[in-house]
């Protein structure tokens, strides 16, 4: 462990390859992680981009030595050793604004944030549609579920619309010291 207690060696299952043995380069979660014990984690690299589209954290040697080559969205492990192209499901979300109703007694949030599946929302034509239909009590807003089946790739892309809500509710920098 990272304060020095040791974790007892894992046996492999027999129709699985041993991991590789460790080394100096190789030292095994956690150990290749940039970060002191008891503080509060560092940002993973290659995870931030700076506005002029850089990274703005590089990886470390070590860490970069125990990247996986070549697997999109996650750079310490194969997330997905299936065939991606007969698998792949992609779900595409939508953060939308609404005011939202709870319950009979008119308990409400003028600024109801859920998220939607495009394809609901396209359901209804436009999102400013769906939004006013939300609002008048026409859709009921239930909680978004995926259900992911296994040897499936899974890939949630988030829209920009997020950005545009939070601009548009953001307090003005000036009164913050």
Not at 22 to 40: A, C, L, P, V
Not at 111 to 140: A, D
Request: with cysteine; proline share 9%.
């Amino acid at each position: 462990m990272p304060d020095g207690t040791p974790i007892e060696r894992l046996m492999p299952l027999k129709d699985k390859l041993p991991p590789p043995e460790k080394d100096e380069m190789h030292s095994g979660y956690t150990y290749f992680i940039n970060g002191k014990f008891g503080e509060r984690p560092l940002q993973p690299p290659l995870g931030i981009l700076t506005r002029d589209r850089k990274n703005k954290i590089e990886p470390t040697p070590l860490e970069k030595a125990n990247f996986v080559t070549r697997a999109p969205g996650d750079l310490y492990s194969q997330t997905c050793p299936y065939d991606s192209r007969k698998n792949l499901k992609i779900f595409e979300i939508t953060l939308v604004q609404a005011k939202l109703v709870y319950n009979d007694y008119g308990w409400h949030g003028p600024q109801g944030r859920f998220f939607v599946l495009k394809e609901e929302i396209k359901e209804h034509e436009s999102f400013k549609r769906y939004t006013k239909k939300v609002e008048r009590g026409e859709i009921k807003v239930e909680p978004l579920v995926i259900t992911c089946k296994c040897r499936r790739l899974y890939i949630g892309r988030l829209d920009k619309s997020i950005a545009k809500i939070y601009r548009k509710n953001l307090l003005p920098a000036k009164n913050i010291n």
